[in-house]
């Protein structure tokens, strides 16, 4: 087994996949990096002569403390005020948690998504930590088990019955990059103007709006359904006062929103597209959920190089 420093070395190197990992299991970067950070403890107190594969031993130990941060967390989104949403990642995958290898910012560009994330939160902490570990991020199930602490088999239906339900809420059709972002661009338009037939032309008929304001700030206590109760629903936003600017964003790997209200961070949203409508809306508000990107997207001295959707009121 390595020295003390070409631990610490592999460790870093695979930092932005550990953070992936957890990310996946919880929906929250904060308490991704907590339970990478604790994985590193875990790895000063043991004899690493015994590890044989560092990089193996890293994942399931990240993947069990993030097993276990889920079950408690789930506790408290029981109690949770209106909808939960993850922690929105703006921007690309490197620059989020730091993955240096391109196989790593694919996985989480685009197989974590809003929509994946969403669905996510519908099945239990095995099922999940299963479809995540299997699905996205190809662990053998002998190594699935290690973390579930089930049968290779076992984890074969955890997996199996997690990517059905997942098949079931995800969308069902593929669409490429640049119709997402053209269904973005056209969305954000409609917005600005806050006009709602300018809303209902980008909007499914069955589109579902989920804003999060984790009982902290004004947000829809229940889901919005239906292109009517959506479009009047984002209008009256629009037409609460103030300057509302609107910046094309990648969020989780799709196209999304940064809102800002008078020039400060208001909302990070989200858009989920199939035929070419706008067929899911995903509003984060949470002031807590929204401090990381505060801090990413705070403007530079000199920068006026984003595209801008303005709306005054």
């Known amino acids: 087994m390595q020295d003390d420093d070409d631990a610490a070395r592999e460790f870093e190197a695979l930092r932005g996949r550990l ?30 002569s015994r590890i044989d594969d560092l990089t193996g031993w890293l994942i399931v130990t990240v993947a069990r403390i993030a097993r276990d941060a889920l079950r408690s ?4 989104r029981e109690e949770y005020v209106g909808p939960w949403l993850p922690e929105p990642l703006v921007g690309a995958g490197e620059a989020l948690i730091g993955a240096a290898d391109p196989a790593d910012r694919v996985t989480l560009d685009e197989a974590l998504s809003t929509a994946l994330m969403v669905v996510l939160e519908s ?37 199996a019955r997690a990517r059905r339900r997942v098949e079931a809420g995800a969308p069902r059709f593929a669409v490429s990059p640049a119709e997402r972002r053209r269904v973005a661009a056209a ?5 600005g103007s806050g006009n709602v037939r300018a809303l209902l032309d980008v909007l499914d008929g069955d589109v579902v709006l989920r804003s999060d304001g984790g009982g902290v700030v004004r947000a829809a206590r229940n889901p919005v359904h239906g292109a009517d109760r959506v479009a009047r629903y984002l209008a009256g936003v629009v037409r609460r006062g103030g300057i509302r600017t609107m910046i094309p964003a990648t969020v989780n790997g799709e196209p999304g929103l940064l809102w800002l209200l008078d020039g400060t961070l208001d909302s990070v949203v989200t858009i989920t597209v199939a035929n070419r409508r706008v ?24 920068s006026h190089d984003r595209e801008e959707h303005t709306c005054r009121t």
């Open 187 to 191: 969305f954000a338009d409609a917005c």
């Open 279 to 302: 067929t899911a809306i995903d509003i984060v508000r949470n002031p807590g959920k929204l401090a990381r990107v505060r801090r990413q997207t705070a403007p530079r001295p000199g």
């Open 123 to 159: 099945l239990s902490p095995a099922e999940r930590t299963a479809f995540v570990l299997h699905e996205v991020f190809g662990m053998a199930f002998a190594e699935v088990g290690r973390v579930v602490g089930r049968s290779p088999a076992a984890c074969r239906q955890l997996a």
């Open 73 to 76: 967390a789930r506790h408290r």
């Open 19 to 48: 953070v992936a990992v957890a990310y996946g299991l919880l929906g929250s970067v904060d308490e991704a990096e907590d339970a990478v950070q604790e994985s590193w403890l875990r790895l000063c107190r043991v004899d690493r």
